[in-house]
């Protein structure tokens, strides 16, 4: 369950809140709740649709509600935003506030409202006055008030504590340890041996492979450009002569095949496909052995990987969830049964693999 809520009263531009959609996306968990739209088609609007580009589900991200009160209704704490002085009101820096604001904001048990004005004129003041606290985003004198859209995805970017995802490059493979190791072993011998002509000159060619080599970030294409430059001066030194074992992809294959067959088998049920993808991540990444599927293909699936753990997401259907809970322990008879209201909590609950 988020405990963070970005509250847009009286949004206009349909291009702001579909940038503001991206930006809770990338820095979420996050809610989203509109007040009181200026345009009652503003979710369907083509420029919405063009700027929440890449969102899965876009419009079912937004709340829509007629009142402030109604945003804030269940929220434990609200900051409002605004740039502008407010009479008897004291405004504290947003750099000032942050750490404070993004540790409550985390915690489960409180569910914070950052409370954004419309982009014409802000927040009225009986905006103001419903929220427990105020702040601005600090800015240079020569202009003192920022887009909408980028006014929150600072805030949100400064909120954002969960682990960052990091896609791989492709083609971009860095060396091992092992590798590593022959790596420098090789080209001492090929240039200490054949190139350096004094022992100064040995000292410092061995001092600079080891303070190059030893710790810089290398891939395994620089590892082969220098090994066939060492090769070309002569050398035919091999890992197995300094008593070094590469591991080769194939075995390194091999060995991750055997160590998935002793992994236990989770499959996790939940109808929301972007929640489940990023949980099976999680759990995969945890050590393992993890499928996923929606309700209605969870039967199959149950009889076909037959997990140890079955875990059903709460938003299923509670008979589906008893249905799933049965076939799996008919299945496999020792097999646990979790119920998560937020998959987020995935990897806490299963615990190491």
């Not at 369907?44 to 991200?61: C, I, L, N, Y």
């Not at 035919?236 to 080769?248: C, F, H, Q, V």
């Not at 079955?310 to 008879?333: I, K, T």
Request: charged content about 25%; overall charge positive.
């Amino acid at each position: 369950m988020s405990t963070r809520r970005v509250v847009l009263v009286r949004p206009g531009g349909p291009r702001h809140v579909g940038m503001i959609v991206r930006a809770a996306a990338n820095f979420g968990p996050c809610e989203l709740v509109l007040v009181a739209p200026e345009r009652p088609s503003l979710l369907v609007h083509p420029e919405f649709e063009q700027m929440s580009h890449g969102v899965a589900d876009a419009k079912t991200r937004c709340r829509v509600v007629a009142t402030v009160e109604e945003a804030l209704a269940d929220c434990t704490h609200s900051v409002g935003f605004t740039a502008k002085p407010q009479e008897g009101r004291p405004r504290a820096s947003w750099r000032e506030r942050r750490a404070e604001l993004a540790e409550r904001a985390s915690a489960p048990d409180e569910k914070v409202a950052f409370v954004f004005g419309a982009e014409v004129g802000g927040l009225r003041t009986d905006e103001v006055e419903r929220c427990a606290e105020l702040v601005y985003v600090p800015t240079s004198g020569d202009h003192t008030s920022l887009n909408l859209a980028i006014a929150v995805g600072v805030v949100l970017s400064e909120l954002f504590t969960e682990r960052p995802f990091l896609p791989r490059e492709r083609g971009v493979k860095p060396v091992t340890n092992e590798a590593r190791a022959f790596l420098v072993a090789n080209l001492k011998h090929a240039f200490v041996e054949r190139v350096a002509l004094t022992e100064s000159a040995k000292r410092d060619i061995v001092a600079a492979i080891e303070r190059l080599f030893g710790r810089a970030l290398l891939e395994d294409r620089d590892a082969r450009a220098w090994h066939l430059m060492a090769r070309a001066l002569g050398s035919e030194l091999t890992p197995k002569a300094l008593g070094l074992s590469i591991t080769t992809k194939r075995a390194r294959h091999r060995a991750s095949q055997e160590a998935a067959l002793k992994k236990p088998r989770v499959l996790l049920v939940a109808d929301d496909a972007e929640l489940a993808a990023r949980a099976r991540s999680t759990a995969a990444q945890r050590g393992f052995s993890v499928e996923s599927s929606d309700a209605a293909g969870a039967s199959a699936r149950i009889e076909a990987f037959r997990p140890q753990v079955l875990v059903l997401h709460a938003a299923l259907d509670a008979a589906a969830r008893e249905r799933l809970a049965a076939e799996a322990r008919r299945v496999e008879g020792s097999a646990r049964i979790v119920t998560l209201e937020a998959l987020a909590d995935l990897a806490r609950v299963l615990g190491p693999a």
